[in-house]
């Protein structure tokens, strides 16, 4: 079974562009998370999606970021106009239905890792 | 306000000794913590989890032990292999339908020397 995929692995644009990150969950997560983690600093909560609701959005930064799950299948985090500080990796995890699990375990992907310069 | 802290940033272990990465955390109300490790250029792997019911948690090689009235966990490995280096991130969550909603420490590194 694949695991969580993300693309691209690596995005350097400049400040004022536009990038947009994809991720694939594991075929029949309904849940899907975004993390961010800046600097190798912890890594951070950016939002939650429950198939293609957004359950959580509180660790979203501001306005520039927009995620969507559209059909509950893979999601996207479009980051626009990027800024110096967005810089960072951004892990997409999922897991399955809250019932299978309520300890926090999560399937991370590899992570797409954003320089802004 | 970083309400999980891993205040060691990095940790160097001989092959075959005990490996003890600490975790220090301020929020009461997180009903479980949970550890993961992470290898470079991979995404974090889910290792070992504790509810705070309970005071520990082993498996195989791995235990988690948990002190709430210090607010504190560790994560024991014995023995330490040259494969356990990566860096270990500490995690806690409210648990219920935020169970995914994970609040991370810095990470520790650790290297464990042949």
Known sequence: EAGVTQFPSHSVIEK???VTLRCDPISGHDNLYWYRRVMGKEIKFLLHFVKESKQ???GMPNNRFLAERTGGTYSTL??????????GVYFCAS?????YSNTGELFFGEGSRLTVL | ???????????SVQEGRISILNCDYTNSMFDYFLWYKKYPAEGPTFLISISSIKDKNEDGRFTVFLNKSAKHLSLHIVPSQPGDSAVYFCAATFGG???GKLTF??????????
């Not at chain 1, 479009?78 to 810089?87: N, T, Y």
Request: net charge negative; proline share 9%; charged share 20%.
């Open chain 1, 78 to 87: 479009k980051v626009q106009p990027a800024e110096l500080e967005d810089s």
């Open chain 1, 16 to 18: 004022g562009q536009t």
């Open chain 1, 95 to 99: 897991s399955p239905h809250r019932t």
């Open chain 2, 97 to 99: 339908t935020s169970y």
């Open chain 2, 1 to 11: 306000d970083q309400q999980v802290k891993q205040n060691s940033p990095s940790l």
């Open chain 1, 56 to 58: 959580d959005e509180s």
């Open chain 2, 105 to 114: 420490g810095q990470g520790t590194i650790l290297t464990v020397h042949p």
